[in-house]
Every structure is written in C-alpha cells, then in structure tokens.
C-alpha cells in the first residue's frame, strides 16, 4: 500500500452508543461521534461528526461501515462514507478504514477523486479517540 500526504489528525468524543443487536456474531452497535481535526497541506481544519454501525466479535475483532459531515473552518462542508475494520487490545480499539470524501464545494472540489487511509485508536474507558488521514495513491 502506498500513502501519500498526510492529511489530517483528528481528536474526538464518542457521544453516544446503542447496542442493536446481541448473538452468536457478536455485538451489533452505533455510535456517534464529534471530533475536531486539523489539516495539514490543502487539506483545511474544522470538525466532524458521524455515525459508526459495527459488529464486535467476541474474539475482539470488529468490522463496521460508517458515514457523517464535516464543517471546515471556512464554512465549506463534504460529507463521507467509510469501510473499517479493528481490534480491541488492553482497552484500546485500534482501527483501520478506508474513508471516501465527497463535496458540492469549488475549493474543495479535489476531495471529489480522494481516498483516504484512517488509523485511529480509542480509549473504551473515557470513550475518547484520535486518529490520522493519509492519501491513498
């Protein structure tokens, strides 16, 4: 895999959690999430916020699909799409995912053919977590 530019680090809040489901599979949940995120290079600063639908396997393994919006520091909004996958290791939920960006915006109009790696990690005690942006070429 070949990562270009860092984009973005990001810090956040999960705000709320929801268990859907419970079985053989694991556990179905949502979360929601705030965070705020600063750019590097074109990339702009501002916040986000989404929705993350997962299972959590009872062997700590996770697979989820997420989606939300960001409001950049200059008012421009994109919203995003995503495919991740984890693991649960000491209380930490360490994850990757693969993030499409989509936008109506002209100045951010490149973000449009962009895809993004995202590596983050969670604290499951304070429900906190950060993460970074790559390009993916």
Same mark, same amino acid.
């Given at each position: 895999?070949?990562?270009?530019?860092?984009?973005? /680090?990001? =810090? &956040?809040?999960?705000?709320?959690? #929801?268990?859907?489901?419970? +079985?053989?599979?694991? $556990?179905?949940?949502?979360?929601?999430?705030?965070? /705020?995120? =600063? &750019?590097?290079?074109?990339?702009? #600063?501002?916040?986000?916020? +989404?929705?993350?639908? $997962?299972?959590?396997?009872?062997?700590?393994?996770?697979?989820?699909?997420?989606?939300?919006?960001?409001?950049?520091?200059?008012?421009?909004?994109?919203?995003?799409?995503?495919?991740?996958?984890?693991?649960?290791?000491?209380?930490?939920?360490?994850?990757?995912?693969?993030?499409?960006?989509?936008?109506?915006?002209?100045?951010?109009?490149?973000?449009?053919?962009?895809?993004?790696?995202?590596?983050?990690?969670?604290?499951?005690?304070?429900?906190?977590?950060?993460?970074?942006?790559?390009?993916?070429?």
């Amino acid at each position: 895999m070949v990562l270009g530019e860092k984009l973005w /680090e990001e =810090k &956040g809040k999960v705000t709320g959690v #929801s268990v859907k489901s419970v +079985g053989s599979e694991g $556990v179905n949940m949502e979360q929601t999430f705030v965070s /705020e995120f =600063k &750019g590097f290079g074109r990339f702009p #600063s501002g916040r986000n916020m +989404g929705t993350l639908n $997962v299972v959590v396997r009872p062997d700590g393994l996770s697979s989820g699909t997420a989606q939300g919006m960001c409001t950049m520091q200059n008012g421009d909004m994109a919203v995003w799409k995503c495919l991740a996958f984890g693991k649960t290791e000491a209380g930490k939920d360490k994850s990757i995912a693969v993030i499409q960006m989509m936008t109506g915006s002209q100045k951010l109009s490149w973000m449009n053919s962009l895809l993004v790696v995202y590596e983050s990690i969670g604290d499951m005690k304070t429900m906190e977590f950060s993460g970074t942006g790559y390009e993916w070429k």
